[in-house]
């Protein structure tokens, strides 16, 4: 510990009559682990209660460790009903698979003689909201059943959240159904909740109309419904109607207009929040970032990347990955390369982004360095890796290296290429003048080839003088999109390039005969 005074206040707030008051009784991990230790040294782990608070400030305080906490449990000879309770509450509270851990420990607890109560069950039932958990679910549902806990509500609305979890819509209503008489606002909503996440969002909307008393959470449940659906102004509607909100009913819309590809209100409403002297919460943040990313909004961006500093935001794997994406977007790499170093923690995301900001950005063979160091590190490259790498390998001109690549990924890695991967691949032989090899590595392809693939090779036979053979894609080009006015453009400015009028003037004609519609242009205004 810090200091004896620390540890002598430490181990008095550890047997604090109050448990809330007793999770507080260690800072840092680490300042549990001494304590731990010294009670072994001192013999005192064998009073039952000083145990139990040790084990419930390692599995559920503000900062668990609960492979930590086993440890403990593991060292106890008969554990108690409340151990057991705290370690089924622990595992319940862990992401992905490891909840299901605490599923087991309920199976221990009623093996050694122990019968569960009211706590219990809602912990166990959090462990069981996995779809591939369902099974497990239902036994205990029918244990709810079998000990009586029906009756309590906040078991009956764990149950309901289990079945929505797990997608399984109509038992949840049938539960629902079945205990009317009992139900909440917190049931409602979990209804709400289950119907919108199956997309069934007009029932959703039903179920909301008629609830008898509503919250700021069913009103952002209904919202977020909406938003999933891509119902942008419905969900805007509902968010004008709400009588109070919080940072989640904001958060909820931003997303939803960053996620439909409204940029520009997105960034209005996250501006109009934090106007309103709202702290924006992670999620509103990261819509926006990668609202600035969609639009190359350098100027927004480089403030929100200030408002997170000023604001103390956790620079985690989410929010890290968001900001390198949006400074590699926006030109901007050496921020971008600033923020992957400085985060604590990365996901193969994380180094997805930073791959890609470095390709975008024409460093080629930096993105083929980071490429190498995160398999070095121990991150195994999925189809985005390959993209962003082959993609740098193009803007570079690495033909040797874009080989290698696409080589390592169809045969090391086992991964059938996507269309984006064959298209840098064509592009990158293109570029480089290897117009024949091009064609060749299109006839050896496992789908059939987009027209933006075309459309590379027609760019890259007026680069390198190939015109005969880029006529013939042209015409091929056309023939695959007569709709598309971009396309005659293309076999347009090839003819031009060696001044074939004739030409030219065939494919304007063939494009006005055809009523093609022009396509339109495209500007960005920097809010």
């Given amino acids: 510990m810090a200091s004896n005074e620390a540890a002598i206040r430490a181990l008095a707030l550890l047997h604090h009559p109050s448990l809330p008051q007793a999770l507080h009784a260690f800072t840092r991990p680490s300042h549990l682990k001494q304590a731990h230790a010294h009670l072994v040294v001192t013999g005192l782990t064998r009073r039952l209660f000083t145990a139990t608070r040790l084990l419930a400030c390692a599995a559920i305080s503000a900062l668990p460790d609960v492979r930590y906490a086993e440890t403990i449990f593991r060292h106890v000879e008969f554990p108690t009903f409340f151990m057991y309770n705290t370690m089924i509450r622990a595992f319940s509270e862990c992401p992905g698979q490891d909840c299901v851990e605490g599923v087991l420990y309920y199976v221990r607890m009623l093996r050694n003689g122990l019968f569960p109560d009211n706590f219990t069950h809602p912990f166990v039932l959090r462990s069981c909201s996995l779809p591939s958990q369902l099974l497990i679910g239902r036994q205990v549902h029918v244990h709810v059943v079998k000990f009586g806990s029906g009756g309590d509500i906040y078991v009956v609305n764990n149950m309901l959240s289990m079945y929505s979890s797990c997608r399984e819509i109509g038992d949840a209503r049938q539960l629902f159904e079945e205990y009317s008489e009992l139900v909440d606002v917190v049931s409602w909503t979990s ?52 009588p109070e909100r919080d940072v989640s009913s904001w958060s909820a819309v931003i997303s939803c207009y960053a996620q439909c590809k409204m940029c520009a209100e997105a960034l209005r409403l996250f501006k109009e929040m934090v106007g309103g002297g709202i702290v924006a919460n992670e999620a509103a943040v990261v819509s926006a970032v990668s609202a600035c990313a969609q639009l190359c909004a350098i100027e927004w961006g480089t403030w929100l990347h200030e408002y997170t500093v000023e604001n103390g935001m956790a620079m985690n794997v989410i929010l890290g990955t968001a900001l390198v994406d949006m400074h590699g977007k926006c030109g901007n790499v050496e921020k971008a390369v600033e923020v992957f170093n400085l985060m604590p923690e990365r996901n193969v995301c994380s180094w997805n982004s930073m791959v890609a900001s470095l390709a975008l950005n024409a460093h080629g063979k930096q993105a083929l360095s980071l490429f190498w160091k995160m398999q ?19 803007h570079s001109g690495l033909v040797k290296e874009g080989r290698q690549i696409f080589s390592l990924m169809t045969e090391k890695y086992q991964l059938e290429p996507w269309s984006e991967h064959y298209g840098s691949m064509v592009d990158l032989l293109g570029r480089a003048g290897l117009i024949r090899e091009a064609v060749e590595f299109i006839k050896g392809m496992h789908i059939e080839p987009h027209p933006g693939l075309w459309g590379a090779l027609v760019a890259a036979c007026k680069i390198h003088g190939e015109i005969e053979l880029g006529k013939q894609f042209g015409k091929h080009l056309i023939e695959l999109e007569p709709d598309h006015g971009g396309r005659y453009a293309l ?11 004739d030409d030219v003037e065939l494919v304007r004609n063939l494009f006005v005969k055809r009523k093609v519609p022009k396509t339109p242009g495209n500007s960005i205004i920097e809010l």
């Fill in 191 to 242: 209804l709400v909740t289950g119907y919108a996440k199956a997309g069934d969002i007009d029932v959703a909307k039903s179920y909301f109309d008629r609830m008898p008393r509503r919250n700021v959470i069913s009103w952002n449940a209904m919202i977020s419904g909406y938003a999933q659906s891509g119902r942008v102004s419905d969900a805007r509607k509902l968010f004008d109607m709400m």
């Fill in 376 to 394: 070095c590190v121990g991150y195994i490259p999925n189809h985005i890796t390959f993209t962003a790498v082959l993609s740098g390998c193009s």
């Fill in 491 to 501: 076999l347009s400015d090839l003819c031009a390039s060696i001044e074939r009028w």
